[in-house]
Nanobody, 119 residues
Framework: QVQLVESGGGLVQAGGSLRLSCVVSESTVSTHPIAWYRWFRQAPGKQREGVATISRGGPTTYADSVKGRCTISRDNEKNTVFLQMDALEPEDTAVYYC??????????WGQGTQVTVTS
Protein backbone atom coordinates (compact mmCIF):
# COMPACT_ATOMS: atom_id res chain seq x y z
CA GLN A 1 0.00 0.00 0.00
CA VAL A 2 1.21 3.48 -0.89
CA GLN A 3 1.60 5.85 2.01
CA LEU A 4 2.18 9.59 1.85
CA VAL A 5 3.25 11.41 4.98
CA GLU A 6 3.03 15.19 4.98
CA SER A 7 4.60 17.63 7.40
CA GLY A 8 5.50 21.27 7.75
CA GLY A 9 2.15 22.93 8.22
CA GLY A 10 1.47 25.35 11.02
CA LEU A 11 0.45 28.81 12.11
CA VAL A 12 2.26 31.77 10.59
CA GLN A 13 1.73 35.50 10.28
CA ALA A 14 1.04 37.10 6.93
CA GLY A 15 4.27 37.61 5.05
CA GLY A 16 5.86 34.57 6.64
CA SER A 17 7.07 31.32 5.12
CA LEU A 18 6.45 27.61 5.49
CA ARG A 19 7.97 24.57 3.84
CA LEU A 20 5.76 21.55 3.37
CA SER A 21 7.17 18.08 2.83
CA CYS A 22 5.61 14.84 1.62
CA VAL A 23 7.38 11.50 1.78
CA VAL A 24 6.14 8.55 -0.29
CA SER A 25 6.64 5.04 1.01
CA GLU A 26 9.81 3.66 -0.54
CA SER A 27 8.74 0.07 -1.00
CA THR A 28 6.29 1.08 -3.67
CA VAL A 29 8.30 3.74 -5.45
CA SER A 30 11.31 1.48 -6.03
CA THR A 31 9.32 -0.60 -8.53
CA HIS A 32 6.73 1.96 -9.60
CA PRO A 33 8.24 5.37 -10.41
CA ILE A 34 6.18 8.46 -9.75
CA ALA A 35 5.21 10.49 -12.80
CA TRP A 36 3.88 13.60 -11.05
CA TYR A 37 3.98 15.05 -7.56
CA ARG A 38 1.21 17.56 -6.89
CA TRP A 39 0.08 19.80 -4.06
CA PHE A 40 -3.57 20.70 -3.59
CA ARG A 41 -5.33 22.73 -0.94
CA GLN A 42 -8.82 23.01 0.42
CA ALA A 43 -10.05 26.00 2.37
CA PRO A 44 -13.16 25.81 4.57
CA GLY A 45 -16.29 25.86 2.45
CA LYS A 46 -14.35 25.70 -0.81
CA GLN A 47 -13.47 23.01 -3.32
CA ARG A 48 -10.05 21.43 -3.37
CA GLU A 49 -7.80 23.24 -5.83
CA GLY A 50 -4.46 22.51 -7.40
CA VAL A 51 -1.52 24.54 -6.15
CA ALA A 52 1.57 23.17 -7.89
CA THR A 53 2.78 20.22 -9.93
CA ILE A 54 6.21 18.83 -10.70
CA SER A 55 6.85 16.02 -13.13
CA ARG A 56 9.55 13.39 -12.83
CA GLY A 57 11.40 15.17 -15.59
CA GLY A 58 11.34 18.46 -13.71
CA PRO A 59 8.82 20.83 -15.36
CA THR A 60 6.61 22.66 -12.89
CA THR A 61 3.26 24.41 -13.01
CA TYR A 62 1.62 26.70 -10.48
CA ALA A 63 -1.81 28.10 -9.78
CA ASP A 64 -2.01 31.79 -10.61
CA SER A 65 -2.84 32.54 -6.98
CA VAL A 66 0.55 31.27 -5.76
CA LYS A 67 2.78 31.96 -8.74
CA GLY A 68 5.87 33.82 -7.66
CA ARG A 69 5.33 32.96 -4.00
CA CYS A 70 5.59 29.17 -4.00
CA THR A 71 8.22 26.76 -5.26
CA ILE A 72 7.68 23.04 -5.70
CA SER A 73 10.69 20.73 -5.75
CA ARG A 74 11.38 17.04 -5.38
CA ASP A 75 14.06 14.62 -4.32
CA ASN A 76 13.60 11.45 -6.36
CA GLU A 77 16.15 9.53 -4.30
CA LYS A 78 14.25 10.27 -1.10
CA ASN A 79 10.80 10.02 -2.73
CA THR A 80 9.99 13.41 -1.30
CA VAL A 81 8.27 16.50 -2.64
CA PHE A 82 8.48 19.94 -1.08
CA LEU A 83 6.41 23.09 -1.30
CA GLN A 84 8.20 26.25 -0.23
CA MET A 85 5.65 28.95 0.45
CA ASP A 86 6.76 32.56 0.94
CA ALA A 87 4.92 35.84 1.40
CA LEU A 88 1.98 33.92 2.80
CA GLU A 89 -1.41 35.60 2.85
CA PRO A 90 -4.50 34.87 4.96
CA GLU A 91 -6.11 33.59 1.75
CA ASP A 92 -3.56 30.77 1.74
CA THR A 93 -5.15 29.29 4.86
CA ALA A 94 -6.23 25.75 4.00
CA VAL A 95 -5.49 22.09 4.45
CA TYR A 96 -2.71 21.22 2.02
CA TYR A 97 -2.68 17.78 0.44
CA CYS A 98 0.08 15.93 -1.31
CA UNK A 99 -0.90 13.83 -4.34
CA UNK A 100 1.24 11.49 -6.41
CA UNK A 101 0.43 9.96 -9.77
CA UNK A 102 2.30 6.89 -10.96
CA UNK A 103 2.99 6.14 -14.62
CA UNK A 104 0.36 3.40 -14.30
CA UNK A 105 -2.22 6.12 -13.69
CA UNK A 106 -2.80 5.22 -10.07
CA UNK A 107 -3.03 8.23 -7.79
CA UNK A 108 -2.76 8.55 -4.03
CA TRP A 109 -3.36 11.28 -1.46
CA GLY A 110 -1.76 12.25 1.80
CA GLN A 111 -3.73 12.95 4.93
CA GLY A 112 -3.32 16.71 4.70
CA THR A 113 -1.51 19.31 6.76
CA GLN A 114 -3.10 22.48 8.08
CA VAL A 115 -1.68 25.86 7.12
CA THR A 116 -3.10 28.88 8.92
CA VAL A 117 -2.02 32.40 8.06
CA THR A 118 -3.02 35.23 10.38
CA SER A 119 -3.25 38.87 9.39
Amino acid sequence: QVQLVESGGGLVQAGGSLRLSCVVSESTVSTHPIAWYRWFRQAPGKQREGVATISRGGPTTYADSVKGRCTISRDNEKNTVFLQMDALEPEDTAVYYCNVVFFSGDAYWGQGTQVTVTS
